[in-house]
């Protein structure tokens, strides 16, 4: 695995050399949403204790994620895999580039997704606002969302991802 050059929360620069064994692709992704969105409770101010998250490693990052969420995610948790692309699809469309919650990507979407895809968003929503995330869902919507997700020119990275 390729060493990942992070200030973290205690000004690592190496983290792969400060916990051997445990590099997490998902940091700079965490990082940066807690730079965004974290509120401090105590002590420093947030921009003090986590570092500036470059672009590069927060779309490594998130790459990262999106194949994931491709490879198998969507299917075992479809309210976490389509509420995330739905971000991805935000983040990378050019047109807003903060961080977004899950709920908000989701509504994003609902205005900017072709009507054919809307319907497991709107049902990803519904589960994540009761909590009630079980069955009911359908493969085929799922891989066609997935298909769709996969092809979509913000997501150009995931050109080489397979899902299953």
Avoid at 46 to 72: M, P, Q
Wanted: hydrophobic share 35%; proline share 4%.
């Amino acid at each position: 695995m390729e060493r990942k050059e992070i200030r973290g929360p205690f000004g690592w620069e190496n983290c792969d050399e400060r916990i051997k064994g445990f590099i997490d692709g998902f940091l700079p992704a965490h990082f940066w949403t807690v730079r965004q969105r974290g509120v401090r409770l105590y002590g420093a101010p947030v921009e003090e204790v986590f570092g500036e998250v470059r672009f590069s490693d927060l779309k490594a990052s998130l790459e990262e994620d999106f194949r994931w969420i491709l490879n198998g995610k969507l299917f075992s948790d479809p309210c976490y895999g389509i509420l995330n692309i739905c971000r991805l699809l935000q983040l990378f469309s050019g047109e807003e580039t903060g961080c977004h919650s899950k709920e908000e990507g989701g509504l994003w979407a609902l205005s900017h997704l072709p009507k054919e895809h809307r319907e497991p968003v709107r049902k990803a929503l519904e589960c994540y606002r009761t909590g009630s995330c079980g069955a009911g869902w359908d493969r085929a919507e799922l891989e066609g969302f997935a298909a769709f997700a996969a092809g979509h020119p913000a997501l150009a990275f995931s050109r080489a991802v397979c899902y299953t």
